[in-house]
């Protein structure tokens, strides 16, 4: 079974909502067993535009991730950056095998 992956960019413009998001998402990722493999970091952006961080996470499968995404609580946490916390670019891909 292929793994799955959130790829994230994002520009966080407000931080106190941003900081709720945050807090919120770390027993979600834990109950859908998902590992940042990227959180933040130095990062060239060689084409294109890019947010001010990058995020990747890793999930045990795609429909984990698909899974996760979906979720009730996590739809809870997502909307603090939805609300004017952030810009992002956001795609759930699957890995190869």
């Not at 027993?27 to 990227?38: E, Q």
């Not at 996760?68 to 946490?77: G, L, T």
């Amino acid at each position: 079974m292929s793994k799955g992956y959130w790829i994230v960019s994002i520009t966080i413009t407000d931080e106190a909502p941003y900081q709720r998001y945050v807090s919120a998402n770390a027993a979600i990722f834990d109950k859908w067993r998902g590992r940042f493999i990227v959180r933040g970091g130095r990062y060239e952006t060689t084409q294109g535009k890019a947010g001010t961080r990058q995020v990747v996470i890793e999930f045990d499968s795609y429909d984990d991730a698909i899974g996760c995404y979906n979720s009730p609580e996590y739809q809870d946490a997502v909307a603090h950056l939805k609300a004017g916390a952030s810009v992002a670019h956001f795609t759930i891909v699957e890995g190869v095998l």
